[in-house]
């Protein structure tokens, strides 16, 4: 695979891994912590919380995780099952703001690596927001993804998405926080 100077991802690799030891999650540990941005913790719910990804398809891509510690859709109760829902609407909504994208591709992880996905025993939907031509000829020919965007500029323009909501206001951690109710 060929090289991509991303000097932005030094903060991932550096970063202090403080996930809890009982659990181990890095999606129970990131939504709690009080900065959200260097978590990229763009916004939350009661019961979820919408991060971006840090190995992105496309620029914008996220994840819209329950609190709940589990692999089992069946073990989310009504009310996270409808925050997540509805989170997962505001994303999208968001996305469409902020981006301006053609299209959607969204997925829920329900396992490990045959699903497709490193971190099996919390459920998680990726939203990935697609444009019209985003697929060239790099992966094709020399294995090599290109992001066009920067993860801290997605994550302004995502969070200014989400504040601009009437049921959002910025929590003292800096993620937006969503009022459903």
């Known amino acids: 695979m060929e090289q991509v100077f991303a000097p932005w991802r030094i903060e991932w690799v550096e970063r202090d891994d ?3 030891d009982d659990v181990g999650c890095v999606f129970c540990a990131f939504p709690g912590r009080e900065h959200a941005r260097q978590h990229l913790v763009v916004a939350r719910t ?3 919380a ?3 990804n ?3 398809y496309n620029p914008g891509h996220c994840m819209v995780i329950p609190d709940v510690h589990t692999g089992d859709y069946g073990d989310l109760n ?3 099952l409808l925050d ?3 989170l997962k609407q505001a994303t999208l909504d968001a996305l469409d703001a902020a981006l301006g994208p053609d299209a959607f591709n969204t997925g829920l992880n329900l396992g490990g690596g045959a699903a497709g996905g490193s971190i099996g025993d919390h459920l998680h939907t990726h939203v990935v927001p697609r444009w019209n031509g985003d697929t060239n000829f790099m992966p094709v ?3 090599t993804k290109v992001i066009v965007e920067a993860l801290d500029d997605t994550y302004d323009r995502l969070h200014d998405a989400f504040l601009a909501r009437p049921d959002a206001t910025e929590a003292p951690t ?3 926080f969503v009022d459903f109710d």
């Open 18 to 20: 403080t996930t809890d």
């Open 46 to 48: 009661d019961h979820a």
């Open 50 to 52: 919408v991060m971006l």
């Open 54 to 56: 840090n190995y992105p």
């Open 78 to 80: 009504a009310d996270t």
């Open 84 to 86: 997540h829902a509805r």
């Open 141 to 143: 020919i020399s294995d």
């Open 174 to 176: 800096g993620a937006v």
